[in-house]
């Protein structure tokens, strides 16, 4: 079972078209999105439109849950005030520009799924099990308390926009990434595949995880552009879309 999981697309269509098109090739079976569809970028209502026709199972945001109940804020952690704000002018022009229908399909969005694959249990959030806006970043006491609790065998989540992969005990932890705003100081989408094979193909006695990051080189400057283009959004939003940095 070759499972695609994207995350934190941003309303990045261009890095999601890319991204999309390279799955296609990937013979995969199923692909999930672990959310954050909008917000930051320019295109929240093609983003949208696009899982929609894809009929990609789609895990509901922080982001998208703030557009889609008409909230102020986005629940993301901003110590410095300048980014606060930022963040708020984010959230204004995605709200003014995400159409009514689809706000109802981001507040309609499961905040979980489970699914068992090959003897393996496999549960998609965005945050954390515990708070959809909780970062689980790598080797963090957060990711460690959360596994420590988990009942499945395997939790995938976003929010960070850095992908990984790590084992705690026999249970295992991945991180999707960002396709269209990440934070691994390159400006490539990324997103992850976690392949799950069953042990009468590989002679095992028990199934085997293989967990692969995938980059995608998409044309970042065109959305760059048009960020510094908009009237409402900060021009520091293309810096870290041509950068890939988080400051």
Do not use: W
Request: charged content about 30%; glycine content about 6%; some cysteine.
């Amino acid at each position: 079972m070759r499972i695609a999981v994207i995350s934190d697309i941003h309303s990045n269509i261009y890095a999601l078209n890319e991204v999309l098109a390279d799955i296609k090739n990937r013979h995969i079976d199923l692909t999930v999105c672990t959310g954050d569809l909008v917000g930051y970028a320019t295109r929240p209502n093609e983003v949208i439109e696009t899982l929609k026709e894809e009929k990609i199972l789609t895990i509901m945001g922080n982001y998208d849950e703030a557009i889609g109940n008409f909230k102020i804020i986005c629940g993301c952690d901003y110590p410095d005030p300048k980014d606060a704000e930022k963040a708020g002018l984010s959230m204004h022009f995605t709200s003014e520009e995400t159409k009514p229908e689809n706000k109802t399909y981001l507040r309609n969005l499961p905040k979980e799924a489970t699914f068992t694959f090959n003897n393996k249990t496999i549960k998609f959030v965005h945050g954390s099990t515990r708070v959809i806006n909780e970062y689980l970043k790598e080797n963090s006491k957060e990711a460690e308390e959360v596994m420590g609790e988990l009942v499945e065998d395997i939790l995938v989540c976003g929010h960070t926009h850095i992908p990984y992969s790590k084992y705690y005990g026999e249970k295992l932890l991945v991180n999707a990434g960002s396709v269209g705003k990440p934070k691994t100081n390159t400006p490539d989408a990324n997103y992850v595949i976690i392949d799950i094979q069953n042990e009468d193909e590989i002679g095992q006695k028990e199934s085997s995880v293989k967990v692969e990051i995938i980059e995608v080189d998409y044309d970042f400057e065109k959305m760059a552009r048009e960020i510094e283009e908009n009237e409402i959004l900060p021009n520091d939003f293309a810096r870290l879309i041509r950068e890939g940095s988080s400051k």
